[in-house]
């Protein structure tokens, strides 16, 4: 990020006070209108479900043979990964998108979690894998899958996300649901050996600067990263929520750069080459690279910053009540540490209310915020605004395009706007 | 936990400081061990699998098209649950257990998280899902599925231990392997509404001391729940790691009652009831309490206490390597809070030394430890001890025994032990 987009003063919040004090009002009521809703169907006509013993009390479920290994059931078999067709050439360089709309919590399952390939999802058994540690080092190293098995281990829950997240958006606003805006995106428990631990053990000769990492994969996917990135916070991770790496997420072995565009957290690693140089190789000079307002481009932008985004209500989770108790959520992360702070402001900026964290931000990984307001049932224009712990706070839209115009494509932390209309549903727009 | 098995004494630590030492030499040789492992590969005969271009790096792999909701490569099909076919009379009311000893980090992945139903997992959908709360209170409610989701939310990590954990163990070393010992258990990060928030809509009367809860399932499987704990941190959950509750954890909605025994966390969770009184259910007195030495019972004892066991190298995860540097690694837990301190043994208990923990005890939820060794190739018998944020040590099973003998069932918490052999593999065997 450049000084200019560091300076980005974020919108006055002078109408914080006055919000803040009608939405304590409505936090206060929240209970007693839902109690209301549940409370019509105890006091109406008697509801069946209740007073009659229903079919699936009647007999057995599905016993514990019936599933080794689970899926979700079938009644959520709309909360799945999707791809736009137009977005990209083909499905084999392609991108899917994790359905956050439809998620909660931090932790994103892997079964639907954001894939990106540049030439496909490889099958790479541990047995075939190799780990080749060369270039600067005082003792080149190739590793097999149970070699880094047997270095000290670690565990650390991060997100990853693609530096074309939101990249849609510079234009304007145009795919209609979080999870095509903002599901480049996932956040999971990584298990697997520091980086600095294996290039420790190679021995790091002091002309080393950069590290050169490659994929398995036909793509390579090369990307450099500055050797004091790699000693400071990258994992050789094996498992992710537990489990083995998924296919799609780069098993056997795949790097976390925590932070970093995801594009850096190459899968299926298979080399890392200590350089005194950056390579610049085509995925960090034609590819991820950010196209500025007078046509210049700026590289090494690796970082994504402050970002947030309401899941619900949002064009794919409509309000399906009418007003009253209304729980608005999200999630917000930065690259640069924990999130410390979460605005939402329903009349798109004017004027902010902090949001409740369900958990104190962590580093470098995925937060949830709830805002529980009594809704009116009028429009809002919904809007949310992540601070981290650097104090720098997410911008507008406006705010980012005045440096970069509207031909970028990468690194949009820009604010989200999602119309909700009186009857619930709900647009992506911009506001001015 | 009764006052005699508060005041069992753990094994002395006269062993440590020298066993400590000893580790920690070991450890800061393993990484030259495991260099050596590396270096060898790449000094020798070249490795094909580095030299030439592999299958895999010549062509596409999958697209995103491949997999709209993903499962785990097929290399991984042994990562499953298991039930074991002696122990219930059929599979509908039986028990799945977790594959831990394949597992690392902390969060168990739905898919494979341990599942015990009493009369089948149902299949119930949003629409059908009610949730009544009645009895003593001031307004009895019955609400919808979309009715809860409007109440203020929160996010929790617990995990979930079946009161019969371990409880083959009492009459001596039985099921060969962590997953069948120690597998009834999951941990997951949770969405939903305190049942705090519900109870105060409902308005608890003053003689309400108990609340007996029930499933929307055929057994029912109803369990009373002190007033008090209810109030405190139990939660109504709708999600789990970030999506839907598993149909066989209880799709809609279920209850967590964090730190207490897995029956208590009601699944499909119809009915809730504020009442004067425990009810005394089939499921909390002939089920759920423990047998004593004298052959009487006690019933109440809710609280899972501290407890760990080594997940790898076990039964099921042998040392494939030699001597050299090895990872043990395994997983802490109290019912109590948070755990302090895991400390590992490789003879029998003997001499003791701490291990490390993957991040500081969170509260009633999972704890990852390691212990990075340099293994001489020697048989071990390697065990693990948990102490937790009241002081709590886990006992051995000799320990309990005296207090219950051996006909017990639930509540077995004893140091688990694993004879590993020189060959690496490694068998479920008692200490004296």
């Not at 899917?96 to 030439?119: K, M, Q, V, Y």
């Not at 956040?187 to 050996?193: L, P, Q």
């Not at 520091?194 to 994969?217: N, S």
């Not at 700026?298 to 910053?305: F, G, I, L, Q």
Request: aromatic share 8%.
């Amino acid at each position: 990020m450049d000084e200019k987009e560091r300076a980005i003063t974020p919108a006055t919040d002078s109408g914080l006070a006055l919000s803040r004090r009608g939405f304590l009002r409505a936090g206060a009521a929240a209970g007693a209108m839902a109690a209301g809703t549940g409370a019509a169907l105890a006091e109406g006509t008697p509801d069946p479900l209740i007073t009659e013993v229903q079919p699936w009390a009647q007999g057995w479920g599905d016993g514990v043979d019936a599933t080794p290994y689970g899926l979700p059931i079938r009644f959520e078999g709309d909360v799945v990964r999707r791809n736009v067709g137009w977005l990209t050439a083909d499905v084999i360089s392609s991108i899917n998108f994790t359905p956050i709309h439809a998620l909660d919590g931090t932790i994103t399952p892997a079964g639907c979690a954001f894939e990106r390939h540049h030439s496909g999802a490889i099958e790479l058994a541990k047995e075939d894998y190799r780990l080749m540690i060369h270039g600067l080092v005082d003792k080149p190293l190739v590793f097999t899958y149970a070699d880094l098995e047997r270095f000290p281990r670690v565990n650390r829950t991060y997100f990853l996300e693609c530096a074309a997240n939101t990249g849609m958006e510079w234009a304007g606003a145009q795919l209609n649901g979080a999870q095509f805006t903002h599901g480049m995106i996932h956040n999971m428990e990584y298990s697997g050996v520091t980086l600095r631990t294996l290039l420790e053990e190679a021995g790091v000769k002091p002309e080393g600067k950069w590290i050169y990492v490659e994929g398995a994969d036909a793509s390579s996917n090369g990307r450099s990263i500055p050797l004091e990135k790699a000693l400071d916070d990258c994992l050789v991770a094996f498992k992710a929520n537990g489990e083995a790496l998924r296919k799609e997420h780069g098993y056997p072995v795949r790097l976390c750069v925590p932070g970093w565009e995801g594009n850096m957290w190459v899968k299926w690693l298979r080399r890392i080459e200590v350089t005194e140089n950056a390579v610049e190789s085509r995925e960090e000079t034609s590819k991820y690279t950010d196209t500025l307002e007078d046509g210049t481009s700026r590289k090494w932008t690796w970082v994504m910053d402050a970002k947030s985004v309401v899941t619900s209500p949002s064009p794919q989770a409509p309000i399906k009540h009418g007003k009253g108790p209304l729980v608005i959520t999200g999630l917000a992360w930065s690259g640069r540490g924990a999130i410390t702070a979460v605005d939402v402001s329903i009349d798109g900026g004017k004027t902010w209310t902090e949001a409740r964290l369900a958990a104190p931000g962590q580093d470098k990984a995925l937060t949830r915020f709830y805002l529980d307001i009594e809704w009116d049932g009028s429009e809002m224009f919904l809007q949310s605004r992540a601070t981290d712990e650097t104090g720098y706070v997410q911008p507008t839209k406006n705010q980012l395009r005045e440096i970069r115009g509207e031909n970028s494509v990468y690194h949009n932390n820009c604010i989200q706007t999602w119309w909700v209309k009186a009857n619930g549903e709900a647009e992506n727009v911009e506001v001015s």
